[in-house]
C-alpha cells in the first residue's frame, strides 16, 4: 500500500529534522496551541501506540478510547493524557520510541492492507477502511510537523507524498460542514492543484462557478489549518468554496477555526 510506504518517509523526514533541535527547542510554544515540539511528538507517538493497538490489540485500544472519552468528557484536555503517559521520556528518548513505534505501523498497516484491503478498523470517531485510517495518520505527521518547521523558521521541500493530505481534505468538504452543525451547502467545487513535481491534480469535474485553483502545498496547509487561506495564494471562485476554504477541517473531533489572517505564515 503505496501510503503506509509514504507515512514510513513521511515519518523519517521528520524524524532527521528532529534530530537538529536543541534542548531549549524542545521547551519552545509553536504556534499550535502553545503545544512545545516535546507535546508534538507525543501527539504523534500516543496516536500511533493507539493505531497499533486498532489493527492488533482491541481490548487494549478499547482501553484507551474509553480513557480519552471519558477524560475529554469530564472537561480534561488530550495533552494531559499524552504528557501523563509518556512523561518519563526525554526528547532524544521519546523521538526514538515515537521513531519505531511508527516504523512498525507503517509496516503492519501494509500487510493488513495487503491481507484484507476491505479491513475495517476502530478509531476515536467511526471506524475508518485500512486505506483512509493509513491516510490520516500520514496527514497528522505532515500536519503536526509543520508547526516544528513554523517554529525554527525552516522551510521545508515540499513532496508528492502530501496528495494524500489533498486527498482527505477534498473527501472531507462535506464533514467541515456537518461537524459544525451546518448543511452542506452544495456539491463540492472543483479542485485543481499544481503537484510538487508540476504536475497537476484534479478533484470534482462539475465546477457550477466554484472552484479552487493554485499550489497543492497551499491546500494541503489549509485543510489541515496550519494556514489560513488568506496567507496562501489559492484562488477560489464562488460562495461554497469561499466558505468551505475559511473553515476546512480533514481531521477528526471537534469544529477548529483555522489561524486568524498573519499568524501562521511559515518561513
Excluded at 534542548?23 to 496516536?47: C, G, I, K
Excluded at 476515536?124 to 483512509?132: N, R, S, T
Excluded at 517554529?151 to 468538504?173: N, Q, S
Excluded at 502545498?217 to 496562501?232: E, K, S
Aim: charged residues 25%; negative net charge; glycine residues 6%.
Amino acid at each position: 500500500m503505496q501510503v503506509a510506504e509514504d507515512l514510513r518517509a513521511e515519518a523519517s523526514a521528520l524524524h532527521r529534522f528532529l534530530e537538529t533541535l536543541d534542548e531549549e527547542d524542545w521547551r519552545s510554544p509553536t504556534l499550535f496551541m502553545s503545544w512545545t515540539p516535546w507535546d508534538v511528538l507525543a501527539h504523534l507517538h500516543y496516536f500511533d501506540q493507539a493505531s497499533l493497538f486498532a489493527l492488533e490489540d482491541p481490548e487494549a485500544f478499547d482501553r484507551r478510547r474509553r480513557e480519552l472519552i471519558e477524560h475529554v468528557a469530564a472537561g480534561g484536555a488530550t495533552t494531559e493524557l499524552q504528557r501523563a503517559a509518556l512523561r518519563e521520556l526525554d526528547a532524544p528518548t521519546l523521538l526514538r520510541s515515537w521513531s519505531e513505534t511508527v516504523e512498525e505501523l507503517a509496516k503492519s498497516l501494509s500487510a493488513a492492507s495487503a491481507a484484507d484491503p476491505r479491513r475495517r478498523l476502530p478509531w476515536f470517531g467511526p471506524d475508518m477502511g485500512i486505506a483512509m485510517f493509513t491516510t490520516a495518520r500520514f496527514m497528522e505527521t505532515w500536519a503536526h510537523g509543520q508547526a516544528i518547521h513554523d517554529l525554527k523558521g525552516v522551510a521545508r521541500t515540499p513532496t508528492d507524498r502530501i496528495r494524500h493530505v489533498c486527498t482527505i481534505g477534498v473527501k472531507t468538504f462535506g464533514w467541515s460542514f456537518v461537524n459544525r452543525g451546518q448543511e452542506v451547502p452544495g456539491p463540492p467545487p472543483r479542485v485543481r492543484l499544481r503537484a510538487p513535481s508540476g504536475a497537476f491534480w484534479e478533484w470534482n469535474e462539475s465546477d457550477e462557478g466554484e472552484w479552487i485553483e493554485g499550489d497543492a502545498l497551499d491546500f494541503a496547509l489549509v485543510v489541515t489549518q496550519v494556514r489560513n487561506v488568506r496567507d496562501t495564494a489559492l484562488r477560489v471562485q464562488g460562495a461554497i468554496a469561499s466558505q468551505w476554504m475559511e473553515i476546512a477541517q480533514c481531521f477528526a473531533g471537534a469544529p477548529a477555526d483555522p489561524p486568524a489572517p498573519g499568524v501562521r505564515r511559515g518561513a
